[in-house]
């Protein structure tokens, strides 16, 4: 069964400082997509980054980057030079692209407290 | 509407009565989706549909609960005689396909609350 798992239930890091928040997957599918959300204390979901499991090359959105490595089913998000607003909520989900539809699985995740 | 909408905001009722959930996907998007999220947790799956077709239906907790979206717009989630552990943030996400790497964006969510 598709599963993601978010080890880290909680991140401090100072601010301007990069950050690693850790997320594998588990998934017999050979296509499949990787993407991360941020969920700030006001609620909304917002989309941050994707990787599909075929792109050669990892992720990258502005301060975002996405390390992918297909052989240990690891997507870790890289913050570069956090920032204060950067505290919140963050969730990987995949996606199988042929055996589970649309759905996208989440994990658990991890709340990021970046520090003055 | 630029983002996907969600109504009502809120929601308070007393337990075994009828709810709906209205969903208003992004212009455009063919694929609209349910999901469940509790406190501190990932949204969980519902259902979700491509146009006005149902594609997946197997996250529904139970036969309490269905969907439609009857002109490949608007959808609606509803929830028949509600319990208690009914109570949780409902999120509907849309996308413009449902395949592939298509991002899937969320509403802020309906907080559904059993009395």
């Known amino acids: 069964a598709q599963k993601i798992t978010q080890t880290q239930p909680g991140m401090f890091v100072q601010e301007k400082e990069a950050v690693t928040l850790d997320c594998t997957y588990d998934?017999?599918?050979?296509?499949?997509?990787l993407f991360w959300y941020k969920q700030p204390s006001s609620g909304e979901m917002i989309f941050l980054i994707y990787?599909?499991?075929?792109?050669?090359q990892n992720a990258t959105e502005g301060r975002y980057s996405l390390n992918f490595q297909k052989a240990r089913k690891s997507a870790n998000l890289v913050i570069s030079a956090s920032q204060l607003g950067d505290s919140a909520m963050y969730f990987c989900?995949?996606?199988?692209?042929?055996?589970?539809?649309?759905?996208?699985?989440f994990g658990q995740g991890t709340e990021l407290s970046v520090k003055p | 509407g630029a983002g996907v909408s969600q109504s009502p905001r809120y929601k308070v009722t007393k337990r075994g009565q009828d709810v709906a959930l209205r969903c208003d996907p992004i212009?455009?998007?063919?694929?609209l989706y349910w999901y469940r999220q509790a406190l501190g947790q990932g949204p969980e799956f519902l259902t979700y549909?491509?146009?006005?077709?149902?594609?997946?239906k197997s996250g529904l907790p139970n036969d309490r609960f269905s969907a439609e979206r009857p002109e490949g717009s608007i959808s609606t989630l509803t929830i028949q005689r509600t319990e208690q552990r009914d109570s949780a943030m409902y999120r509907c996400?849309?996308?413009?396909?449902?395949?592939?790497?298509?991002?899937?964006?969320f509403g802020d969510g309906t907080r559904l609350s059993i009395l």
């Open positions: 990787q599909g499991s075929y792109d050669e």
């Open positions: 996400a849309s996308s413009l396909a449902g395949q592939g790497g298509q991002p899937q964006h």
């Open positions: 212009s455009g998007h063919v694929s």
């Open positions: 998934t017999s599918d050979q296509s499949y997509g």
């Open positions: 549909f491509n146009y006005e077709a149902q594609q997946d």
């Open positions: 989900a995949m996606r199988d692209f042929y055996n589970q539809g649309g759905k996208l699985i």
